[in-house]
C-alpha cells in the first residue's frame, strides 16, 4: 500500500503481509506521515474506500485525536462513481469544497509504472523483490520531482479549459449564482435526509431473483425458437406439448411476478398523495430496482474496464486466464441485467400511465439498453422520486439548473486548483533557493571537505531544476533572482572568500602539504617553442562563457504545435472547379531523351511499379503516385500557360510527413524539402499515405492564407483529426526552418482553418488515382476536379498517367514494358 502526494511523487509504501487491503496499513502510513509534518499541519486523504475508514474512525477511534482533527478522509475520484449517491455527496473530491481538481489516483498512475518489475521480480527472493521495488520507486520519486514545472503547467491548462467550458454554460443558463449555490444546499439536504436503503437481506434475495427472471427470459426465447421451427410440423403430440410447455411458462411468468411484488421492500421511503394503489405499488418496486440496476450495472462497467485497460497502451493486457474468467461473469450476469432494465422501462410506462398530476412527483426515465448508452447516461445516477412536494423542486426538475449546478462546482474546483497550483509554485521557489543556500554553506565548509564532489553534484541538480520548474507562475527572472540571492547569502554568512577557500578544501582532501601553487609564479617550460604550432584547448572547445554567449541553434524535432490547425468539417465555398476533361487529354510531345534520374528527384519507376499502374483495379504505391505528381509537375512547369500556376506551388512526397511524424531531425527535413523552396511558394501541395487504412489523401496548404484544403474521397473526419496534428508540427517546422535558412516567411504559426471536399470514391482501390487527379489541378490553379472526373472516367485516367510514365521513363524502361505487353 502506497502513500502518494498529489504530485504523483512516492512517499511511504507499506509492505502488505497479510491476506486483503485491511485498515491497518492505512492507518499506519497516515501515523507514520504525521510524524514528518508540522504540528499544526493539515491534510486529505484520498482513499478508494475513504468513507469507510471514516466511518470506522467515527465508531471506534483507530486515529489518534490529535491527528484525527487535521485531517477530512475523501474517495479517490475514480473509485467515487461505484458509491451510493449520498457517500458521493460527502466524500466526491469533485463536490468538496478546497480540494480543486485533485483525483486522488496517483497511486494507481504509480502502480501503472511498477507493472515492468513483475516478471523480473517474480522469481526473485523477497529481500531482492523488495530492493528493486524501492530502487524503481526512488527512480520515479526524482523523476516526478523534476518534472514539477512541467507538471504545474499542464494542470493550470487542464484547469483552465474547465473553468472555460463552466462558465461559458453558466453564462447560457442566465442564472444568478447565488440561487444555483442554493440549490445545491436544497439538492444535498434533501438527498442526505433519505431514509436507509433496503436492508442489505432483500437485496440479495432481489438479486437472485433477477438472475433467476434472467434464466426465464433465456427459457422464453428457447421455446420462441422452437415454436418457430414446429409450427409447420404434422406432429399433432409434439405441438401439443410445445402448448402445454408454454402454457406452463407463462403461469411461472405470472408466479415469478407475484414473487417479484412480496419481496419488495413495504418499509422503503413512499409518501405520494392522491395516487392509485397500482400507482404507488409500481412506483414502490420501480424505486427499489433502480437501486439493484444501479449496482450490477456499476460492477458490469468494472468488469468492462478490466478487459479493455490495455486499449490504447495504458496497462498491461490481462492474462489469458483472467481475461476468459472476466468474460464468464460478464456473460452470466448480463441476461439478468437486460431484464431488469426491461421490467424497470415497463414500471416506468405504468407509472406514466396512472400518473395524477396532482401527485406533484417526477415521474422516473427509463434507462437505456445497451451498455454503452446506459455508462454514458446520467439517468442512472438518479434515484426514483418517492416523496410528493407542495412546491416545485429546480434542482431536480429545471434541466438549466441541474447544469449550473455541474458548472457552478466546475468552476469552483478549477479556481480552487489554480490557487494551489499558485501556492505550490511559489513553494517551489522558496524551496530552491533555500536548498542552494544550504548546499552553498556546505561547500564552504572544512568539514565537508570530503563530499566536495557530492555536494558539487547537488549544487548543479539544483541549478539545472531551475530550468524544469520554470511555469506560467514563475518565470525564469524570479527563479535567476532566488539562485543569486542564496548565493549572496551564503557570500554574507561565511564572511570571506569562496574561491580561495574552495581552494584550501580541495588541498587539504588531497592531502597537500602546501597551499596550491599561483599559476603566475611558475617558469614558461620553453621560450623556444612557437606559439603558432601549439595545438590549444581553445582551439577545439569553447569556454563555458563563449558556449552560453554561442548562437547553436536548437533542433525544432521536439516542438509540439498540435493545435495550429483548427478542422471546420464543412464544405468549403467559393473554390474553383477544374473543367478537366480526362478523355480530351493528349499526351505532350516525346521527349528527344529521358529526363534524368535527378530531374525526376530520385524517383525511378520499374517493371513491376508500371505493371501496378497499367492494371486496373490494383493501388499504387508511393513510387507510382509521387513519380505521376512529379511528372505533372514538369509537364505543368514547361508550359507556357500552365506554368504560371504551378511555378508558384510547392511539391511534397508521401515521405515529408513521415519524417516530421517520426522526428526526423532539422538537417534531413532540410535537405530533403528546401529543394521545392516552399518559402517562396503561395501553395504546399502534400499527399499523405495511411498505412493501418491503406488509404491516400491529399493535402493542399495556402500559407498565405492559413487555409487548408483536404482531400480525401472516403471522408474520414477522425482520422483528419490525427493527420491535422502531424501537419500542425510539420508546417510550423517548415515555416522555423525557412526564417532560420534567412528565408523570411511571415506566416503565423496557428489559428490555421482545415477544410474537407465531397466524397468521391465507392471502391478500395482507386484512392491514389483521385489524388493524382487533385494534384494536377491544383497545379492547373483549380481547386477541385470532382464534378468533372468521376468514376466512370478513372479508368481512362489511368491509362493515361501509364502511357505518360512510359513517355518519360529511359528507353530500356520502355523497351522491357512493350515486351512486357506482347508477352501479356
Known amino acids: 500500500m502506497s502513500l502518494i502526494c498529489r504530485h504523483d511523487i512516492p512517499i511511504f509504501f507499506a509492505n502488505i503481509d497479510t491476506p486483503g487491503e485491511q485498515q491497518k496499513y492505512a492507518v499506519a502510513l497516515?501515523?507514520?506521515?504525521?510524524?514528518?509534518?508540522?504540528?499544526?499541519?493539515?491534510a486529505v486523504v484520498l482513499y478508494d474506500v475513504g468513507c469507510v475508514i471514516d466511518r470506522s474512525n467515527q465508531l471506534y477511534g483507530i486515529i489518534p485525536d490529535d491527528i484525527a482533527k487535521r485531517i477530512q478522509f475523501v474517495t479517490s475520484a475514480m473509485h467515487a462513481y461505484g458509491h451510493q449517491w449520498a457517500c458521493q455527496l460527502v466524500y466526491n473530491p469533485r463536490l468538496c469544497n478546497g480540494l480543486g481538481l485533485t483525483d486522488g489516483e496517483g497511486a494507481e498512475r504509480v502502480w501503472s509504472r511498477l507493472t515492468k518489475l513483475i516478471p523480473i521480480v517474480r522469481a526473485s527472493s523477497g529481500a531482492r523483490r523488495l530492493w528493486l521495488t524501492d530502487r524503481q520507486l526512488s527512480f520515479i520519486a526524482s523523476e516526478s520531482l523534476d518534472n514539477l514545472g512541467s507538471w504545474i503547467k499542464h494542470r493550470l491548462e487542464g484547469a483552465t479549459s474547465q473553468q472555460d467550458r463552466a462558465e461559458c454554460t453558466l453564462s447560457k443558463i442566465q442564472l444568478e449564482i447565488d440561487d444555483i449555490r442554493k440549490q445545491w444546499q436544497l439538492q444535498k439536504e434533501t438527498q442526505l435526509s433519505v431514509k436507509p436503503r433496503a436492508h442489505i437481506q432483500i437485496n440479495k434475495e432481489l438479486d437472485a431473483l433477477l438472475s433467476l427472471q434472467g434464466h426465464w427470459d433465456s427459457a422464453e426465447n428457447a421455446i420462441q425458437v422452437a415454436a418457430e421451427a414446429l409450427k409447420t410440423s404434422k406432429a399433432t403430440k409434439s405441438l401439443n406439448m410445445l402448448k402445454a410447455i408454454q402454457e406452463t411458462h407463462e403461469q411461472n411468468s405470472r408466479d415469478l411476478e407475484k414473487l417479484y411484488v412480496s419481496l419488495s421492500n413495504d418499509k422503503s421511503p413512499l409518501q405520494v398523495k392522491k395516487a392509485?394503489?397500482?400507482?404507488?405499488?409500481?412506483?414502490?418496486?420501480?424505486?427499489?430496482?433502480k437501486i439493484t440496476i444501479r449496482r450490477q450495472a456499476i460492477s458490469s462497467f468494472f468488469e468492462w474496464d478490466r478487459l479493455d485497460q490495455a486499449v490504447g497502451g495504458r496497462n498491461s493486457a490481462l492474462g489469458t486466464k483472467l481475461h476468459q474468467q472476466t468474460r464468464k461473469a460478464i456473460s452470466r450476469r448480463q441476461p439478468a441485467l437486460m431484464s431488469a432494465i426491461k421490467k424497470y422501462n415497463a414500471y416506468c410506462a405504468t407509472l406514466e400511465r396512472l400518473y395524477n398530476p396532482a401527485c406533484n412527483l417526477p415521474l422516473p426515465q427509463p434507462l437505456p439498453t445497451k451498455l454503452s448508452e446506459l455508462r454514458d447516461s446520467s439517468l442512472l445516477a438518479e434515484d426514483v422520486w418517492t416523496t410528493s412536494d407542495s412546491k416545485p423542486l429546480p434542482w431536480l426538475r429545471n434541466p438549466n439548473v441541474q447544469s449550473g449546478i455541474y458548472a457552478m462546482l466546475k468552476q469552483a474546483r478549477c479556481l480552487e486548483e489554480k490557487r494551489r497550483l499558485q501556492s505550490e509554485a511559489e513553494n517551489l521557489c522558496r524551496w530552491l533557493g533555500r536548498e542552494l543556500l544550504a548546499v552553498e554553506l556546505a561547500l564552504y565548509s572544512p568539514s565537508n571537505a570530503s563530499l566536495l564532489v557530492h555536494l558539487s553534484r547537488c549544487r548543479d541538480h539544483?541549478?539545472?531544476?531551475?530550468?524544469?520548474?520554470?511555469?506560467?507562475?514563475?518565470?525564469?527572472?524570479?527563479?535567476?533572482?532566488?539562485?543569486?540571492?542564496?548565493?549572496?547569502?551564503?557570500?554574507?554568512?561565511?564572511?570571506?572568500?569562496?574561491?580561495?577557500?574552495?581552494?584550501?578544501?580541495?588541498?587539504?582532501?588531497?592531502?597537500?602539504?602546501?597551499?596550491?601553487?599561483?599559476?603566475?609564479?611558475?617558469?614558461?617550460?620553453?621560450?623556444?617553442?612557437?606559439?603558432?604550432?601549439?595545438?590549444?584547448?581553445?582551439?577545439?572547445?569553447?569556454?563555458?562563457?563563449?558556449?552560453?554567449?554561442?548562437?547553436?541553434?536548437?533542433?525544432?524535432?521536439?516542438?509540439?504545435n498540435m493545435h495550429m490547425t483548427k478542422l471546420a468539417w464543412i464544405e468549403p465555398l467559393g473554390i474553383i472547379e477544374d473543367d478537366l476533361d480526362v478523355s480530351t487529354l493528349k499526351m505532350p510531345v516525346p521527349l528527344a531523351s529521358p529526363p534524368s534520374f535527378s530531374a525526376l528527384h530520385g524517383i525511378g519507376f520499374n517493371l513491376d511499379d508500371l505493371q501496378r499502374l497499367t492494371q486496373a483495379e490494383t493501388m499504387l504505391n508511393d513510387?507510382?503516385?509521387?513519380?505521376?505528381?512529379?511528372?505533372?509537375?514538369?509537364?505543368?512547369?514547361?508550359?507556357?500557360?500552365?506554368?504560371?500556376?504551378?511555378?508558384?506551388?510547392?511539391?511534397?512526397?508521401t515521405h515529408d510527413l513521415i519524417r516530421a511524424r517520426y522526428k526526423a531531425r532539422d538537417q534531413e527535413l532540410w535537405r530533403t524539402m528546401s529543394s521545392t523552396k516552399y518559402w517562396d511558394k503561395d501553395v504546399w501541395i502534400l499527399p499523405i499515405h495511411r498505412p493501418q487504412q491503406m488509404h491516400w489523401v491529399l493535402c493542399v496548404a495556402y500559407p498565405k492564407h492559413r487555409v487548408i484544403l483536404l482531400y480525401d474521397s472516403l471522408v474520414d473526419q477522425e482520422a483528419w483529426s490525427y493527420d491535422l496534428k502531424d501537419l500542425s508540427n510539420l508546417f510550423t517546422r517548415l515555416i522555423l526552418l525557412a526564417n532560420r535558412h534567412d528565408h523570411q516567411l511571415d506566416i503565423p504559426i496557428h489559428d490555421w482553418i482545415a477544410q474537407p471536399t465531397v466524397p468521391t470514391q465507392s471502391n478500395n482501390y482507386d484512392c491514389g488515382l483521385w489524388v493524382i487527379a487533385w494534384i494536377f489541378s491544383a497545379l492547373r490553379g483549380k481547386a477541385t476536379c470532382n464534378h468533372h472526373v468521376t468514376e466512370r472516367t478513372i479508368p481512362q485516367w489511368r491509362n493515361f498517367l501509364a502511357a505518360l510514365v512510359v513517355n518519360y521513363s529511359s528507353h530500356s524502361l520502355t523497351k522491357s514494358l512493350i515486351n512486357f505487353r506482347e508477352q501479356r
Not at 523 to 551: F, R, Y
Not at 632 to 637: E, F, Q, S, T
Request: net charge negative.
Open 30 to 42: 497516515i501515523k507514520w506521515f504525521f510524524q514528518f509534518v508540522p504540528k499544526h499541519a493539515t
Open 623 to 653: 513510387i507510382c503516385l509521387n513519380g505521376c505528381a512529379t511528372i505533372l509537375k514538369d509537364i505543368c512547369d514547361k508550359d507556357p500557360s500552365l506554368g504560371l500556376n504551378s511555378h508558384h506551388c510547392a511539391l511534397f512526397t
Open 462 to 560: 539544483l541549478l539545472q531544476l531551475k530550468a524544469y520548474w520554470i511555469n506560467p507562475f514563475i518565470p525564469t527572472e524570479r527563479f535567476d533572482a532566488q539562485c543569486a540571492h542564496a548565493k549572496e547569502l551564503a557570500l554574507q554568512l561565511i564572511g570571506g572568500n569562496p574561491m580561495g577557500e574552495g581552494k584550501k578544501i580541495y588541498a587539504q582532501s588531497a592531502d597537500f602539504d602546501h597551499e596550491v601553487i599561483d599559476e603566475s609564479s611558475m617558469e614558461p617550460v620553453n621560450q623556444d617553442i612557437d606559439p603558432t604550432t601549439l595545438l590549444l584547448v581553445t582551439d577545439v572547445l569553447l569556454s563555458t562563457e563563449e558556449l552560453e554567449g554561442a548562437s547553436i541553434p536548437d533542433d525544432t524535432c521536439a516542438i509540439q
Open 276 to 289: 392509485e394503489p397500482e400507482f404507488r405499488q409500481a412506483l414502490r418496486l420501480a424505486h427499489d430496482l
